[in-house]
């Protein structure tokens, strides 16, 4: 049960144009929503987040954008530059719960060509 | 501010062995949460750790167990490795349980032969 899907496996972008991925969820306990930045042979790194109180969310270049209704967020990276080539993954928190477990999707492998 | 570090980077057991890997949580944080990354997946969430007590457990069978030590550093232990467990083993620490936001290590990649 695939609560958290990118159903992109890849997107290839040109440099100094817009990168946006998608991730769709299921479950409406989700209040919480983040994007990692992952390079091969390193952990995730942390890019941005948004809570469900939310509908946008923006930090320099990248600013995420949720749609409850839709049970759908998506990340916009304005302007896109190689070193953004990574693999990008969308994971949830659910609320009520006394712990902090993250649900991933499977990822989306971003290429940006100068 | 140091970040999180995991050790060892690589590994090769066997079918049937057990293993250890360590984690170090970044500085100031008290909650380190364990997950596995299998190739081509997400990560999937094993359990979390808070102040020295289990905090939460997804779906993985008991062979997998883990410890936090009062420095809040922490141990994933897996008995009687299985062929399907290999995969990156990533640990992640926040400050306090319901903190969302949580900082990866580099991971530890385990490979069953």
């Known amino acids: 049960d695939q609560q958290v899907k990118q159903n992109s496996p890849s997107l290839s972008v040109q440099e100094g144009r817009i990168s946006i991925l998608n991730c769709d969820y299921t479950?409406?306990?989700?209040?919480?929503f983040l994007w990692y930045k992952k390079y091969p042979a390193e952990g995730p790194t942390f890019l941005i987040s948004?809570?469900?109180?939310?509908d946008k969310n923006e930090d320099g270049r990248f600013t995420v954008f949720l749609n409850k209704s839709a049970k759908h967020l998506s990340l916009h990276i304005v302007p896109s530059q190689p070193g953004d080539s990574a693999v990008y993954f969308c994971?949830?928190?659910?609320?009520?719960?006394?712990?902090?477990?993250?649900?991933f999707g499977q990822g989306t492998i971003l290429t940006v060509h100068p | 501010e140091t970040g999180v570090t995991q050790s060892p980077t690589h590994l090769i057991k066997t079918r049937g062995q057990q293993v250890t890997l360590r984690c170090s949580s970044q500085?100031?944080?008290?909650?380190v949460s364990w997950y596995q990354q299998a190739l081509g997946q997400g990560p999937q969430f094993i359990f979390q750790y808070y102040r020295e007590e289990e905090n939460g457990r997804g779906n993985f069978p008991p062979r997998f167990s883990g410890l936090q030590f009062p420095n809040y550093s922490s141990e994933l232990n897996v008995n009687a490795l299985e062929l399907d467990d290999s995969a990156l083993y990533l640990c992640?620490?926040?400050?306090?349980?319901?903190?969302?936001?949580?900082?990866f290590g580099p991971g530890t990649r385990l490979l069953v032969l």
């Open positions: 948004i809570s469900s109180i939310k």
């Open positions: 479950n409406s306990m989700f209040d919480y």
């Open positions: 500085s100031g944080h008290n909650t």
């Open positions: 994971a949830a928190r659910a609320g009520g719960t006394s712990y902090g477990k993250l649900t």
């Open positions: 992640a620490s926040s400050w306090g349980s319901f903190e969302e936001t949580q900082y």
